[in-house]
């Protein structure tokens, strides 16, 4: 009796540990093809744009504008939708005066293409490219922001292109990491099929960085957001907390949320605004 229901233990392990082994795709990436909405049903301007990235795939991209705006958020969004999801978040951003850029991965929304983790990262150069080399918008007046999954991305983004500021909102640590937290039973490092690691990431931004992370995040809990912040996020940066659940914190925080990146972001623009006069006065003297 002993040694069957030993058996059967292993067997419901290894049957469990299988089926985690396969659905990790399902788990990563939830792709939406259908976007019902765009920025003009909430009253937003905007312009269509079809990126074409390296491997010749179409992505599918808006960049609204906002009333004499001087910073552009660069947004990556999360694992789930598409940019039709984003609109509440964009709405945000116009109201405090920034442009934001949005981009569908590949093969969500109507981007061509299946999601892979190096897709990810090529398909947010390539809308940066666009920015920088098309729009004509230089990268001290890019803000890189990443949410969730897409905290990861922008995380890798901006390790290797010049940007004002990082923000990462509601993001894990490493892949492996999370899988951890959540399966703790099963050999989740050995088996991982994929990397995201956003603390490694983090390390070699050198510009200004901001996280952001909700204390009752029920997704990616809290102590993600803190570890990136202590542990591998270099100065300058900066936290705020926000409250709410992983998908509507940013929502439910309200003028938390909105006066945190404002504040922060005010701040960057001074500063540069000063160091600039500074080096004027230099040349005059």
């Known amino acids: 009796m002993l040694l069957s229901s030993i058996i059967l233990i292993l067997l419901a392990y ?37 990126l074409r990235t390296p491997d010749r795939l179409i992505l599918n991209a808006w960049f609204v504008p906002a009333h004499n705006a001087e910073i552009t958020i660069l947004f990556c969004h999360g694992n789930g939708g598409n940019i039709s999801y984003t609109l509440d978040t964009v709405n945000i951003f116009n109201e405090l005066g920034y442009n934001t850029f949005v981009f569908d991965y590949r093969g969500y929304g109507t981007s ?29 007046d890019i803000i890189i ?38 399966y703790p039973y099963m050999p989740v490092r050995l088996f991982a099929r994929y990397e995201f690691k956003t603390s490694e990431y983090l390390k070699k931004v050198d510009y200004p960085k901001l996280i952001i992370h909700s204390r009752t995040d029920e997704i990616v809990p809290f102590e993600f957001g803190l570890r990136l912040y202590e542990l591998y996020a270099n100065e300058p940066k900066d936290f705020i907390e926000i409250f709410g659940s992983h998908n509507d914190g940013f929502l439910y925080s309200g003028q938390v949320y909105r006066e945190g990146l404002s504040s922060w972001i005010s701040s960057l623009t001074k500063q540069n605004k000063q160091q600039q006069s500074t080096a004027k006065l230099r040349i005059v003297s």
Do not use: C, M
């Not at 990436?29 to 976007?35: A, C, G, L, V, Y």
């Not at 293409?113 to 920015?131: F, H, R, V």
């Not at 990861?152 to 993001?171: D, H, R």
């Open 112 to 140: 061509q293409g299946t999601p892979t983790e190096q897709g990810t990262y090529i398909d947010a150069q390539t809308a940066y490219d666009w920015l920088i080399h098309t729009k004509g918008i230089h990268p001290e």
């Open 14 to 50: 290894w049957i469990l540990g299988t089926v985690l082994f396969f659905k990790q795709p399902s788990f990563i990436f939830n792709p939406t093809k259908n976007e019902p909405y765009t920025p003009a049903n909430i009253g937003l301007p905007y312009e269509k744009v079809l």
């Open 145 to 182: 922001f990443g949410r969730s999954l897409g905290g990861s991305i922008a995380a890798n983004l901006a390790s290797q292109v010049k940007a004002k500021g990082l923000i990462i909102e509601s993001a894990f640590t490493s892949y492996a990491d999370i899988g951890v937290k959540f």
